[in-house]
């Protein structure tokens, strides 16, 4: 993989981990997001584990980001409204993720919107 394209896999995880950091502490939603944000920030940094993956098998950042998506839709049954709303959002970013050589630009789309996912859950938690 190029440089450009690992950057982009960092970025992508560096993004969405350090809005989990920071998500969910609202009062009335403290202990539903709380417990919301352990676990996305589990699935986040065994997705971001599988980054080394990526130099030698491009294929890998897809196949992780898929297996994020699954274990983050399974979550987000367990909640309703807004924060699941939010939790599906992130899963639909994260299935299918691709780094494209070819085209740079598209990936750092994805890049972009998964922190607007995050945000989206911090709201959902505030």
């Known amino acids: 993989m190029n440089t ?7 970025a992508i995880t560096a993004l969405t981990l350090a809005g989990f950091t920071t998500a969910c502490g609202a009062v009335g939603n403290a202990v539903d997001c709380n417990q919301v944000s352990g676990e ?4 986040m ?6 980054m080394a ?7 890998a950042l897809e196949t992780a980001g898929d ?7 399974t979550l987000a049954g367990n909640y309703d409204g807004e924060l699941a ?8 970013g994260l299935d299918g993720l691709k780094i494209d050589a070819d085209n740079p ?15 989206k859950i911090q709201s959902a938690c505030g």
């Not at 297996?67 to 839709?73: N, P, R, S």
């Open 67 to 73: 297996e994020a998506a699954g274990k983050i839709k």
């Open 4 to 10: 450009p394209s690992r950057r982009i896999a960092v």
């Open 40 to 43: 996305v920030t589990k699935i």
């Open 45 to 50: 940094n065994d997705f971001s584990g599988s």
């Open 105 to 119: 630009s598209a990936t750092m789309e994805s890049v972009q919107k998964m922190q607007g996912f995050v945000t």
């Open 53 to 59: 993956k990526v130099a030698s098998d491009p294929k």
């Open 85 to 92: 709303s939010a939790l599906n959002d992130l899963a639909s």
